[in-house]
Nanobody, 116 residues
Framework: QVQLVESGGGLVQPGGSLRLSCTTS????????MGWYRQAPGNQREQVAT???????GYADSVKGRFTISTDNGKDTVYLQMNSLKPEDTAVYYC??????????WGQGTQVTVSS
């Protein structure tokens, strides 16, 4: 089992920055991919960024060049640095982890609101 807790959301003006954190606990040795997803009201949940245990990253086209996903050296925390934020980035952001046993884990989500 893996537990995920997100933090770092909030209200920011367009053009501003935020850094989201996702702290993991439990069987973190079994995780092979982690990612950030978001869901805006009325929309389906969408993938924002992913990172593998080997450090390979992937990004949605809408955030390339603005968002950066990373982990700490111990790989028990994953970050999403969000720069040049736009109103359309407003959503609940979720952390996700997949493990080698087929487990699929989600955090509770953190609200990001981009508004002047």
């Amino acid at each position: 089992q893996v537990q995920l807790v997100e933090s770092g959301g909030g209200l920011v003006q367009p053009g501003g920055s935020l850094r989201l954190s996702c702290t993991t606990s439990g069987s973190i040795f079994s995780i092979y991919t982690m990612g950030w997803y978001r869901q805006a009201p009325g929309n389906q949940r969408e993938q924002v960024a992913t990172i593998t245990r080997g450090g390979r990253t992937g990004y949605a086209d809408s955030v390339k060049g603005r968002f950066t996903i990373s982990t700490d050296n111990g790989k028990d925390t994953v970050y999403l640095q969000m720069n040049s934020l736009k109103p359309e980035d407003t959503a609940v952001y979720y952390c996700r982890a997949d493990d080698v046993f087929g487990g699929d884990y989600w955090g509770q989500g953190t609200q990001v609101t981009v508004s002047s």
